[in-house]
């Protein structure tokens, strides 16, 4: 059988270890932290960067761009269907027949 102090000892010794975990978790998570909080100062533009990018990956396509009737977004889609045709053309493809809505 393990004595008294022994075993009081070892409690001792598991619950420090626990203590000293939990510091160096709350350390971790406080530098984690602090890195993000910097990050975003030192780049206030944060999101708006990646708007530009998305911007950019979309070929500039912007509402302004698009019809409000029917007709007029009829008119847009013909005109970059001759585009596209254009471009498949010298490219040597041939694309598929349009959607019929």
């Not at 393990?2 to 939990?22: G, M, T």
């Amino acid at each position: 059988m393990i004595p008294a102090e022994s075993r009081s000892s070892q409690f001792l010794e598991k619950e420090s270890i626990v203590k000293r975990s939990h510091k160096v978790v709350a350390g971790i998570a406080a530098g984690l932290g602090l890195a993000l909080a910097s990050a975003a100062f030192a780049h206030p533009e944060g999101m708006q960067g990646m708007q530009g990018m998305q911007h950019g990956m979309m070929g500039g396509m912007s509402h302004a761009g698009m019809g409000k009737t029917p007709e007029e977004r009829q008119k847009l889609a013909d005109a970059n269907r001759a585009k596209m045709q254009k471009r498949a053309k010298e490219k040597g493809i041939t694309l598929p027949e349009p959607h019929s809505h």
